[in-house]
């Protein structure tokens, strides 16, 4: 017996095929929007791990900024420190040297010169005295300029006549004279002192 089949098998295929297609169509669209909601995921949990390493440098940042407000802190505190020290050691070791710098007056100065005032201003002291003669007054710069160890640098301000002396029934002129000359500290003789001893050592 023979079939003959009468139905649109072609309509039919096609019919198939076009199913097949959309399908396709759909399980590929699923699977684009799986790979992107994937995608989607990782670059979330890759922004929120950023974003906590962000925090945590952030809070780091913070404390190290903390930290170095405390040490500029500590420095300024310890350079004052360090200063009052220093003007602790300066007042010891200075309260000793009017008394070094009046013997070294008296002894560097020549006969004939007499001082009428001393004055100090922190390490320069302004002198005026009396003398018999220039050569006086000249003789006294030399010793304070080559031969002293608590005087340096004198400076000749003024010398003027100032009147006369009897000596011996005669009249002798007296100059005045006014001279500044730097006074040397403490530290400055120690090191003029060790000096030569580390020359011989060599």
Do not use: C
């Amino acid at each position: 017996m023979i079939l003959i089949n009468l139905l649109p098998h072609r309509a039919e295929k096609r019919k198939r095929k076009k199913i097949a297609f959309f399908v396709g169509v759909a399980a590929a669209a699923a699977a684009g929007l799986l790979a992107v909601g994937l995608w989607f995921g990782v670059v979330q949990q890759l922004t929120a791990a950023q974003q906590e390493r962000n925090d945590y440098l952030g809070r780091e940042i913070k404390t190290l900024e903390a930290q170095i407000k405390d040490i500029a802190t500590l420095k300024a505190e310890i350079e004052s420190l360090k200063a009052r020290q220093k003007a602790v050691e300066d007042l010891q070791s200075d309260r000793n040297v009017p008394v070094h710098l009046l013997n070294e007056l008296v002894k560097q100065a020549p006969e004939g010169i007499y001082f009428k005032s001393v004055k100090q201003e922190g390490q320069m002291l302004s002198i005026v005295g009396v003398a018999q003669t220039n050569e006086r007054v000249s003789e006294f710069l030399r010793n304070t300029n080559y031969n002293s160890e608590w005087l340096e640098k004198p400076d000749l301000v003024e010398i003027k006549a100032a009147g006369t002396q009897t000596v011996d029934r005669s009249q002798k002129r007296l100059f005045e004279f006014s001279i500044r000359v730097s006074a040397k500290r403490p530290q400055e003789n120690a090191d003029a002192a060790i000096a030569p001893h580390a020359v011989k050592k060599d």
